[in-house]
């Protein structure tokens, strides 16, 4: 398997501009999560997903802040408007999680945002 | 907050020492702990766990010990070598009653040969 796909791996944008960054899960993980990672907080969970469904988004920072999975294999995070303070990598993983608070989590590559 | 800490933002370490990487968390109903390593450029990977029914998980040179009075756990890499140079996170989770990992802010680590 290629492992978790992340597109784009860079993204330079102006504030005010929708961005849309795009996840493909491993083959055969039920569970697709979204993390930033910034200096001073780390990895934050943003939002996940079970099955295509939204479970628990309480970590996406605002409403600017959407992410939806139409179909098992794609998953997008998408900021309307972008501003400075969202710049940032941010992962997308999958997991089997037959049990989410143990299951190993594979994260992709990241995407690097830079808001300007 | 952070429920997860890693106070050292990094760590230099010559090779074949042992490299030291601590971290704290605050939520005493964690009981599952995990340890990723992340290169340059890459998503993190996971390296070794350990549950709270353990105080010590051994895989190679890693050793994870945890301290369940102190709310402390740390990887110890033995001998270090160059091509453990990478950024370490910490991560934390409440079984049964939890629904996601916390992770720590990280701790980036050099091993100079």
């Known amino acids: 398997d290629a492992g978790v796909i992340q597109s784009p791996r860079h993204e330079v944008t102006e504030m005010g501009q929708e961005v849309t960054l795009r996840c493909k899960p491993i083959s055969g993980h039920d569970y697709l999560f979204w993390y930033r990672q910034t200096m001073m907080r780390g990895l934050e969970l943003l939002i996940y997903?079970?099955?295509?469904?939204?479970?628990?988004d309480s970590g996406m920072p605002e409403d600017r802040f959407s992410a939806k999975m139409p179909n098992a294999s794609f998953s997008t995070l998408k900021i309307q408007p972008s501003e400075p303070r969202d710049s940032a990598v941010y992962f997308c993983a999958s997991s089997l999680a037959r049990r989410i608070t143990t299951d190993t989590q594979y994260f992709g590559p990241g995407t690097r945002l830079t808001v300007l | 907050d952070q429920q997860v800490k890693q106070n050292s933002p990094s760590l230099s370490v010559q090779e074949g020492r042992i490299s030291i990487l601590n971290c704290d968390y605050t939520?005493?109903?964690?009981?599952?702990f995990l340890w990723y390593k992340k290169y340059p450029a890459e998503g993190p990977t996971f390296l070794i766990s350990i549950s709270s029914i353990k105080d010590k998980n051994e895989d190679g040179r890693f050793t994870v010990f945890l301290n369940k009075s102190a709310k402390h756990l740390s990887l110890h890499i033995v001998p270090s070598q160059p091509g453990d140079s990478a950024v370490y996170f910490c991560?934390?989770?409440?079984?049964?009653?939890?629904?996601?990992?916390?992770f720590g802010t990280g701790t980036s680590l050099t091993v100079i040969p």
């Open positions: 939520n005493s109903m964690f009981d599952y």
């Open positions: 997903f079970n099955n295509n469904v939204p479970i628990d």
């Open positions: 991560a934390a989770s409440a079984g049964d009653t939890g629904n996601q990992f916390y």
